[in-house]
């Protein structure tokens, strides 16, 4: 069992930058593989980023890819997403969400676990 705390999010300027952050309650944190999805007004949610367990492999979307940065401190119980070069499009509500499976997933529906969601809005 862990539970989700996002935070970090804002209003910011195209071309910005915020770093989100998710800390997790529970002792096997570190054996969960993370996965940050963001949800706009209308639109399905949409994989953002994915790590492994033990800070292994990482998977970024094409759309944010060179952008957005997803890192995990397991000694801090934290899993962090670093948006750079803010865009409009990338304003949403952003979840980060945890699995108790080694890879991460880009499918929603293959978490189990989620937080409550930061507002990220990016201002032209």
């Known amino acids: 069992q862990v539970q989700l705390v996002e935070s970090g999010g804002g209003l910011v300027q195209a071309g910005g930058s915020l770093r989100l952050s998710c800390a997790a309650s529970?002792?096997?944190?570190?054996?969960?593989?993370m996965g940050w999805f963001r949800q706009a007004p209308g639109k399905e949610r949409e994989f953002v980023a994915g790590m492994a367990v033990y800070g292994g492999s990482t998977y970024v979307a094409d759309s944010v890819k060179g952008r957005f940065t997803i890192s995990r401190d397991n000694a801090k119980n934290t899993v962090y997403l670093q948006m750079n070069s803010l865009k409009p499009e990338d304003t949403a509500v952003y979840y980060c969400?945890?699995?108790?499976?080694?890879?991460?997933?880009?499918?929603?529906?293959?978490?189990?676990?989620w937080g409550q969601g930061t507002q990220v809005t990016v201002s032209s």
């Open positions: 529970g002792r096997t944190f570190s054996s969960y593989s």
């Open positions: 969400a945890a699995r108790p499976v080694r890879i991460s997933s880009m499918s929603p529906h293959d978490y189990g676990y």
